[in-house]
């Protein structure tokens, strides 16, 4: 009653009729009756009731609970709480009533009763228990409905909470936070592609097995990551939590103050990514406010954005990564495919199983992946203390296959190939580059110390009966103890190629008898700068083209300095070639004269390299990444490409003030799919056209559809300009199976069926065997999350990354380039001999090789087999007419140059297809010249008709883009009927993974990756190496007065193995 006055609002009646005073005056006043009239204490009162009152009672002590510790996650809690307390009072009230009740039929005990109210509930019914009088069963029919009103209701109110709970993932549990790791993953939106990249990466390290992931998305999950994960290998340490990192509370959810990393990535499907970027700059600002002490690793896509995120610990810009990698891929091909396999983790297990040779090879060097030791813990290492860098990194590669690229000393910044002046300290941390880390060599060191214990001499990790014979390879490594006289300069000699390279082959003195040999690997050189190349010791005019090279052209003196405009903040300076003075914006343009000059066409600029063309849609700044690699100090001018901006939009004024100190970089409004404008930008002129993904086109309505217009694009540019060598960016990494697709290639699908094998067996590079990927002609800016994901455990990753992408200089690290090997360099025999070479002349350090092979297919139907033949034969006579084109219908003398050798030039640059063509063709020959009956000759007969039929349609291409040329007013003289391949067109077809499927189905060129091959790998010709070069300003800036002696000298003797031209 006191209760029923303390909560009166105005309406007596409501108070009244409350179920709970209802029940209060049922099980009380009685009792306060039978006080005053005893005949009343025999009546029977349901104090069982008083149930219902209890539930009611902690229901509002539960409510009050919470209140007072401020919980506001409590829902699930109370409706799971109210619908056990309401089945636990529907059977107690049951029970109860049927056991008084019966007690005037059979007298059930309370057991039987609860007994009958379980089974009648639950709906089975046995009817072994059944009430007699009709009270007991009028009590089971209410209680039956009861429980048909009140169950529902609150099952349903339960479900909704679970539903709900389910699409808002919950909470994470801060018992678990506090003794298990987790890391959180923020995204705009999540897809089933980006969270397999994570996870698979993520999980790849063992010690990472016990992290949980605790995905924060804004959006609900998609039925197809709703099916990942539900996979048990996912379900157990991956938890989605649907909420905005911009609430406090959704980040009390995933706990993230007690997180061990913080990883936000961008939406880079988004059709604004400006807009997208300043949405993970603002979680990127959440998450530093609400938890400070949490790594963050961010991933931005436009680097004018980079420094609002500048505190984050690591942060990896898209497109700065992307322009320069693409860069680079230009002037070392693949490189895309390189540091894509280095920032994925493998087990070198892909291809392991496969029939083929180049694939089970390609698949082990995949495995190589960046690994960093102290060197005073290192058994790899640390014997070399004190010695010079080159001497270790040629000594631990030839001892245990493992090639040392880089070290920081304490507190200072990472070095790639710091020199041989650099020596090492045993509190270097080494960085080197191998299948596995040193934690997981023990095997080979516990060999080699039962080999000491037996007085066997210890022996490299190679040395075993897999590879090559012991006694090849001592005779491989030649003779060591050799005369330094052998390094010393020597006189260029005259003829074809314009002289030796650094790998020429050594003379004995006028004695011809002895083996070649290469000169040790010395521990501490007295004088370094005898191994730098001599061109980046001398004088600067000396880099500049020769009179008879210039035809009547001025030339243009190019300064070295730092550009003057930036076009956007945190942009790392670069030294590069510039232009004395700045190039007026008209003069920008390439398809437009101006006051200054006349020129309207990429002829009449008369380049004596060939040019690199970029098609993007606009010109944003990461474009500049793509400019300052290829106009690095350390490349030399002879070999700077002119290139060509293809924009679809004019560029803005800040943009051309970026630009135009640079030299040879021209611009011009159209579009890839437009072939007057592909003409009018010089394509039939370039060696290079580079095809950078849209950001109009980054979206689309189906899946994966997104790269459609760029893939037909780059198809159709690939009929009219075979001999182009185009790479192609892609949304969806899916879709590289569509370049140069051809519907009938039997390999093509032999390697697709490869790639699902592979990616059933859980491998993160299931892509990596599609020709145009292993070529380096395709890439997906995609591949590089894993740059990110890795950083999380290697902390060096990024800005190892940057220094091989020429993003970052830091002063003393070395940079990235390749040479080409030549049929003259293969005495060399085997990458070992190469490495101790190259470090014993010129302190470079190899990391792989960028290979070629020829493949043929065999078939039974001899028509195929004479095809194949006689294509074999052609591509052998078409290099006889490379000398008969002029300057633009082959390789200029720097043109398109890969380190120190060009693509094109001499037919003798080209022995791989010389030497393969030919046995193919006889070996072909004779099986096809068999008598053959009447039907074979039909055949025979009509396989002719096809090849005519082909190449009149070559034909008919070639006569649409003449007669465009025409037509815009170009001179055709530089466009060759695309039917008469020059061995420069054969080989830039094989640098595109394969020869023209209108020639030859069955025959395809390979080209692949190999990264840190085995010491015994033989080379091939046409290999083309992979170096980190040290920087030469380090040892210029530090021996002033022995660059200018030194540079004198070696001019006065040039020595073709200190040379850095284009030739080896």
Known sequence: MLLIYLSYKGNIWEQIFRVSFVLEMINTLPF???????????????????????????????????RAILRTQSAMFNQVLILFCTLLCLVFTGTCGIQHLERAGENLSLLTAFYFCIVTFSTVGYGDVTPKIWPSQLLVVIMICVALVVLPLQFEELVYLWMERQKSGGNYSRHRAQTEKHVVLCVSS??????????????????????????????????????????????????????????????????????????????????????????TILRAWAVKDFAPNCPLYVQILKPENKFHVKFADHVVCEEECKYAMLALNCICPATSTLITLLVHTSRGQE????????????????????????????????????????????????????????????????????????????????????????????FIFKQEEKQKKKGFPAQGLYDGSSRLPMHSIVASMGTVAMDLQNTECRPAQSGGGGGGGKLALPTENGSGSRRPSIAPVLERPTDSSALLPCDLLSDPSEDEMTPSDDEGLSVVEYVKGYPPNSPYIGSSPTLCHLLPVKAPFCCLRLDKGCKHNSYEDAKAYGFKNKLIIVS????????????????????????????????????????????????????????????????????????????????????????????????????????????????????????????????????????????????????????????????????????????????????????????????????????????????????????????????????????????????????????????????????????????????????????????????????????????????????LSRRGSKPAGKAAAAEWAGQQRLSLY??????????????????????????????????????????????????????????????NPPPDTRLEPNDIVYLIRSDPLAHVASSPQSQKSSGSHRLASCNPETRDETQL
């Open 190 to 279: 999540l897809k089933v592609d980006l969270l397999m990249d994570f996870l698979n990466e993520f999980y790849a390290h063992p010690r990472l097995q016990d992290y949980y992931v605790v995905i924060l998305c804004p959006t609900e999950m998609d039925i197809q990551v709703r099916r990942v994960l539900q996979i048990p290998l996912w379900s157990q340490r991956v938890i989605y939590l649907q909420g905005s990192a911009l609430k406090d509370q959704d980040l009390m959810r995933a706990k993230m103050d007690n997180g061990e990393a913080c990883f936000i990535l961008s939406s880079r499907n988004e059709v604004d990514r400006t807009a997208a970027d300043h949405q």
């Open 616 to 923: 993007a849609e606009t010109a944003g700044n990461g474009l500049y990444n793509f400019i300052v690699p290829l106009r690095a100090y350390y490349r030399s001018r002879r070999e700077l490409n002119p290139i060509v901006l293809l924009l679809d939009n004019k560029p803005d004024h800040h943009f051309l003030e970026a630009i135009c100190c640079f030299p040879m970089v021209y611009y011009m409004e159209g579009s890839v799919d437009n072939l007057d404008s592909l003409l009018q930008c010089g394509i039939i002129y370039a060696d290079n056209l580079v095809v950078v993904d849209k950001e109009s086109t980054m979206s689309a309505e189906e899946d994966y559809m997104a790269d459609a217009k760029t893939i037909v694009n780059v198809q159709t540019m690939f009929r009219l300009f075979p001999s182009l060598s185009i790479t192609t960016e892609l949304t969806h990494p899916s879709n590289m199976r569509f370049m140069q697709f051809r519907a009938k290639d039997s390999y093509s699908l032999a390697l697709s069926k490869l790639e699902k094998r592979e990616r059933e067996n859980g491998s993160n590079l299931a892509f990596m065997f599609r020709l145009p990927f292993a070529a380096g002609r395709v890439f997906s800016i995609s591949m590089l999350d894993t740059l990110l994901y890795q950083s999380f455990v290697k902390d060096y990753m990024i800005s190892i990354t940057r220094l091989l992408l020429g993003l970052d200089t830091t002063p003393g690290s070395g940079y990235l380039c390749a040479m080409r090997v030549t049929e003259e360099d293969l005495w060399i025999r085997t990458y070992g001999r190469l490495f101790q070479k190259l470090c014993s002349s010129s302190a470079e350090i190899p990391i792989g090789i960028y290979r070629t092979e020829c493949h043929v297919f065999s078939n039974s139907e001899p028509h195929d087999l004479r095809a194949q033949s006689q294509i074999s034969v052609s591509v052998e006579d078409c290099q006889d007419t490379q000398e008969a084109r002029g300057p633009w219908g082959m390789q200029a003398g720097g043109g398109s140059t890969h380190g120190r050798h060009p693509v094109g030039g001499d037919p003798a640059e080209h022995p791989l297809l010389r030497r393969k063509s030919l046995p193919w063709a006889r070996k």
């Open 351 to 442: 291809g392991q199983e496969s029939p083929e040779q180049w694939q089970r090879m390609y698949g082990r060097c995949s495995g190589n992946e960046v690994y960093h030791v102290r060197m005073g813990d290192s058994k790899f290492f640390r014997e070399y203390e004190g010695k010079s860098f080159t001497y270790a990194a040629f000594h631990a590669h030839k001892k245990y296959g493992v090639c040392l690229i880089g070290l920081k000393r304490e507190d200072k910044s990472i070095l790639l190939n710091p020199g041989p002046r650099h020596t090492l300290a045993a509190s270097d941390t080494c960085f080197y580059i191998n299948i596995t880390k040193e934690e997981n060599s023990a």
């Open 950 to 1011: 082909g190449r009149s349609e070559r034909q008919e291409l070639s006569e649409l883009v003449k007669n465009r040329m025409k037509h815009l007013g170009l001179p055709t003289t530089g466009y060759e009927d695309v039917a008469n391949l020059t061995a420069s067109d054969v080989m830039n077809r094989v640098n595109l993974g394969y020869l023209q499927d209108e020639m030859n189905d069955h025959q395809n060129t390979l080209s692949y990756v190999l990264i």
């Open 32 to 66: 306060i009756v039978t006080i005053f009239w005893a005949p009343l204490r025999n009546l029977f009162i349901p104090v069982f009731l008083n149930c219902w009152l209890a539930k009611h009672a902690l229901e509002n002590m539960i409510n009050d609970f919470h």
